[in-house]
């Protein structure tokens, strides 16, 4: 089972960013997806996940409004766009997948994507 992510880089305050993260080896269509980021000197924090349900979208308070997790199922795929970002949104991003509940715990994901950095300069 592999997760991939992409789509990080360096972008400037306000700007946008889309990242992809794209699984292979199992299909995730009936299992919760998330992604996490974790910056230098910090602890990997929740960001947003979904279901293949539908249910409402979980999200981090300091995300809320600006990030927008998606799935598309046929794909086994997750993406995350991220709109206004901030210079405290640089961090490395995770995607991760497999969770059956407490999705904003890292502990519940049993497989999870390399990384991809995300730097916001002011």
């Known amino acids: 089972v592999q997760l991939q992510a992409s789509g990080g880089g360096l972008v400037q305050a306000g700007g946008s960013l889309r990242l992809s993260c794209a699984a292979s080896?199992?299909?995730?269509?009936?299992?919760?997806m998330g992604w996490f980021r974790q910056a230098p000197g910090k602890e990997r924090e929740f960001v947003a996940a979904?279901?293949?349900?539908?249910?409402?979208?979980l999200y981090a308070d300091s995300v809320k409004g600006r990030f927008t997790i998606s799935r598309d199922n046929a794909k086994n795929a997750v993406y995350l766009q991220m709109n206004s970002l901030k210079p405290e949104d640089t961090a490395v991003y995770y995607c991760?997948?497999?969770?059956?509940?407490?999705?904003?715990?890292?502990?519940?994901?049993?497989?999870w994507g390399q990384g991809t950095q995300v730097t916001v300069s002011s």
């Open positions: 979904i279901s293949w349900t539908g249910w409402i979208p």
């Open positions: 080896g199992r299909t995730f269509s009936s299992s919760s």
């Open positions: 991760a997948a497999g969770a059956s509940g407490a999705y904003r715990f890292a502990a519940s994901y049993d497989y």
